[in-house]
Nanobody, 122 residues
Framework: QVRLVESGGGSAQPGGSLRLSCATSGFSLDYNAIGWTREAPGKRREDVACLSQIEETIVYQDSVKGRFTIARDKNTVYLQMNNLKPEDTGVYYC?????????????????WGQGTQVTVSS
């Protein structure tokens, strides 16, 4: 059974940092893509970052490039978020895909976590 459990959300001021964690079980991060998506209030869910170990690929949404970093340590995936902006506010979901290729901005994941809230405001 695939499980994805997020933690680490919370509140930060603009310019601040947060680190999200996603504890995974039930599938192999060595061969399957894993990523982070987010849903802002009143907006559609969007891809944020994705990592494919076997394809040696990391993909970021343009708005987070240079500020967010996705990384993996064994069965946990992290999203380090620096220089946060108010528009980064939303619910962040960890998601995994059956297959090695990261989705092409189309949210084509097969499993989802429960989400963790991130709020950026002054």
């Amino acid at each position: 059974q695939v499980r994805l459990v997020e933690s680490g959300g919370g509140s930060a001021q603009p310019g601040g940092s947060l680190r999200l964690s996603c504890a995974t079980s039930g599938f192999s991060l060595d061969y399957n893509a894993i990523g982070w998506t987010r849903e802002a209030p009143g907006k559609r869910r969007e891809d944020v970052a994705c990592l494919s170990q076997i394809e040696e690929t990391i993909v970021y949404q343009d708005s987070v490039k240079g500020r967010f970093t996705i990384a993996r340590d064994k069965n946990t995936v992290y999203l380090q978020m620096n220089n946060l902006k108010p528009e980064d506010t939303g619910v962040y979901y960890c998601a995994s895909r059956i297959g090695s290729t990261c989705p092409n901005g189309d949210l084509m994941y097969d499993y989802w976590g429960q989400g963790t809230q991130v709020t950026v405001s002054s």
